[in-house]
């Protein structure tokens, strides 16, 4: 399945500054059953957002309508736990297209980026001034030039440089997943065939 292409994103961010968040807190296991990417945007974060009688938790930061836009900030170690792919479709399906921290689990990470999400690895103290920027005003935007790999913020003018894979950044640069990838040089596999 085609990817989204991304060059640069600027946008709002959503904070959630809590530590460790695994993948069974951002999908919820009972919800594994579908093998369709449909409604996982529903259910992210399912057990933090809503209670037992399906009743919206006003404090938590997804209810609250002054937090918006297509990144996530997260904690330290973001998206640990179980290797579930479902995971990176629920951030996706809410409409996520960056997520920020200053560590990702590595199969997380693969996950995002093979959904065309991109995660940026950023330092501890980088994250936490994100993180008191969106508390001193929600609509401060930030700035993501995967091209140039780097950060800005744009209410600070603060900027950071961030690794990316080459082949994972050519497929989001050019909308492709690893089945696209090996469709656009079907020519120079061809010939390397023939020449052997």
């Known amino acids: 399945m ?6 640069q994103l600027t946008s709002t961010a ?13 999908i919820p296991a009972r919800f594994l059953k579908a093998t369709t990417r449909e409604g996982f945007g529903d259910n992210l974060f399912r057990d933090w957002r809503y209670d037992k009688n399906d009743q919206p938790i006003a404090d938590f930061v997804l209810n609250n309508p002054i937090y918006s836009g297509a990144i996530l900030v997260g904690g330290k170690n973001f998206g640990c736990g179980s290797s579930r792919e479902h995971a990176a479709w629920a951030v996706g399906g809410a409409g996520f297209k960056v997520v920020i921290s200053s560590f990702f689990a590595d199969i997380f990470k693969g ?8 995660p940026i690895t950023v330092s501890d ?7 008191e920027t969106i508390e ?7 700035k993501v030039d995967l091209v140039n ?24 640069l050019n909308g492709y997943d690893d089945i696209d990838y090996l469709l656009n ?3 120079k596999i061809q010939a390397f065939e023939l020449a052997r």
């Not at 959503?14 to 951002?26: C, F, G, M, R, S």
């Open 125 to 131: 103290e980088y994250l936490q001034s994100i993180f």
């Open 111 to 118: 996950n995002a980026l093979n959904n065309g999400i991109l």
């Open 149 to 172: 790999q780097k950060l800005t913020n744009v209410t600070s003018g603060e900027n950071a440089s961030f690794d990316i894979n080459g082949y994972k950044k050519e497929c989001l």
């Open 14 to 26: 959503v904070p959630l500054p809590i530590e460790n968040v695994d993948t069974d807190q951002i």
């Open 2 to 7: 085609a990817v989204e292409k991304f060059e």
């Open 185 to 187: 040089i079907k020519d």
């Open 136 to 142: 001193a005003d929600p609509k401060a935007q930030f």
